[in-house]
């Protein structure tokens, strides 16, 4: 089976911009999850989408957010973008136990 | 807030030697993960240990969990260069959550 695909990969914006993520998660995979990794607070939790429905949701500001589509894809929309929001942007789709890992998309904010 | 703790923060070991990792957690679990990561890249999953387990084995990987203590060990044996990375413990907690939580990591360089 494929493995979790991010797109893009790397991403240079401006503060005020935003910004689209995408994940396409394992096949018959139907939970995926995001995190923000940043050297600073590490591996943190976003939010996680199960068919369709936000399930799970971390501790960020309303301009993070996200939608999960029928085929179990998954976007992460950041909005007005700031300085910190620079990081190593991580999605993760589950069957039920053990996550498995996209290589992440490298988001700047300049 | 972080679940689990990675003890030591770094670790930097030659070719060959065996390479120690703890992770401790305040809160009860079903189960703990330790994953791997290369420089910015994404996790890889190493091994799942379940609360109602003692001990796994994977390879040249052994993890131990002491639910009593809240704590588990991740021992690399016979290291090599490529086990240079950034290793996670990551707790699922019961109530029906899936997500795991994340320690900081122990950064691990093994010299050729």
């Known amino acids: 089976k494929a493995g979790v695909t991010q797109t893009p990969r790397y991403l240079i914006k401006t503060r005020g911009q935003q910004v689209t993520l995408s994940c396409s998660p394992i096949?018959?995979?139907?939970?995926v999850s995001w995190y923000q990794q940043t050297p600073g607070q590490g591996l943190q939790f976003l939010f996680e989408?199960?068919?369709?429905?936000?399930?799970n949701k971390g501790n960020f500001p309303g301009r993070f957010s996200g939608r999960q589509f029928s085929n179990s894809r998954s976007e992460m929309n950041v909005s007005t973008l700031e300085l910190g929001d620079s990081a190593l942007y991580l999605c993760?789709?589950?069957?039920?136990?053990?996550?498995?890992f996209g290589p992440g998309t490298r988001l700047t904010v300049l | 807030s972080q679940q689990g703790e990675e003890d030591p923060q770094a670790l930097s070991i030659q070719e060959g030697e065996n390479a120690t990792m703890n992770c401790s957690y305040k809160?009860?679990?079903?189960?703990l993960q330790w994953y791997r990561q290369n420089s910015g890249r994404g996790l890889v999953h190493l091994i799942l240990?379940?609360?109602?387990?003692r001990e796994k084995h994977s390879g040249r990987l052994r993890v131990t969990l002491d639910t009593s203590k809240k704590s588990s060990s991740l021992l690399i044996t016979a290291s090599r260069a490529a086990d240079t990375a950034s290793y996670f413990c990551?707790?699922?907690?019961?109530?029906?959550?899936?997500?795991?939580?994340f320690g900081r990591g122990t950064s691990l360089i093994v010299h050729p």
């Open positions: 993760a789709s589950s069957l039920g136990v053990g996550q498995f």
């Open positions: 096949s018959g995979h139907r939970s």
């Open positions: 989408y199960f068919s369709e429905t936000q399930r």
């Open positions: 809160t009860s679990i079903n189960n």
């Open positions: 240990i379940r609360s109602n387990e």
């Open positions: 990551a707790t699922e907690g019961r109530g029906g959550s899936y997500i795991p939580t």
